[in-house]
């Protein structure tokens, strides 16, 4: 998890850097940054009235709209507060568009990479210190938190596969482990794997002599060596091995 934490880390920084250039604070004086602080809205362009999506017409959001802060700050240029220009718009922009766009300004953006990055802190703290039902939890958070950077060049694939439930058989049950058989992959051969007797009997409310024979489901994922993993498990009642084995 140490890569996928680096990984998030770095990716939160730079949404974190462009929202705040996006509040244009380098045009303020240097001593005064409330770039993570600045929230916009759409107003009508000849009056500075605040328009609000649902309250005015459809046609408030087509020309002659800006997008300001709404808050005024002090500016280099000139004496007095002023809001941020944000966008000016000489053509039509939808309604819902633009909600979107005035929804996402630099205070949500701030605050919510900042919510992200506790969640990181939490993990890291927390590693070691949890048994492995809830480790597995909370590195599903993890996985989850980096899907929005799919597409990211350093983004690994291994990262998004711990969200798939599978049905798997116990075929049995020795010194402590049971044997876990995957479905048949059609050209494969048939996959199985050692998980401890235990961490599977605690999550599914039965013995460790009463496991061989039961049909399961568990989330299947990747560790970070590349190996296939089981966790999860939860008793799958009314089915037969034959049918997926």
């Not at 919510?115 to 590195?139: N, T, V």
């Not at 998980?195 to 009463?210: K, L, M, Q, T, Y």
Request: proline share 5%; glycine share 8%.
């Amino acid at each position: 998890m140490h890569d996928l934490l680096t990984f998030l880390r770095a990716r939160f920084d730079e949404d974190d850097r462009a929202a705040r250039l996006a509040a244009d604070y380098r045009s303020r004086p240097s001593d005064y940054d409330a770039s993570a602080e600045e929230r916009w809205h759409w107003v009508a362009g000849r009056t500075g009235r605040p328009i609000h999506v649902g309250v005015g017409h459809p046609d408030d959001y087509h020309r002659g709209v800006e997008l300001r802060s709404v808050d005024k700050y002090p500016i280099r240029s000139e004496p007095g507060l002023s809001p941020h220009h944000v966008l000016a718009l000489s053509s039509a922009v939808a309604t819902w568009t633009a909600d979107h766009i005035a929804r996402h300004d630099p205070a949500r953006v701030t605050s919510e990479i900042e919510a992200k990055r506790r969640i990181l802190e939490l993990f890291d703290a927390s590693r070691g210190g949890r048994e492995q039902g809830r480790a597995g939890w909370a590195e599903d958070v993890l996985r989850l938190l980096a899907l929005p950077y799919a597409e990211h060049p350093d983004y690994r694939a291994e990262w998004g596969r711990m969200r798939e439930r599978v049905k798997v058989y116990v075929w049995s049950v020795a010194d402590g482990d049971a044997m876990v058989r995957l479905p048949v992959i059609p050209g494969e051969e048939v996959r199985e794997l050692r998980v401890p007797a235990a961490s599977i009997a605690a999550e599914v409310g039965r013995a460790e002599n009463e496991l061989e024979g039961c049909q399961l489901t568990a989330k299947i994922g990747t560790t970070d060596d590349g190996e296939t993993s089981l966790r999860d498990f939860r008793l799958l009642k009314g089915s037969r091995a034959r049918d997926y084995y």
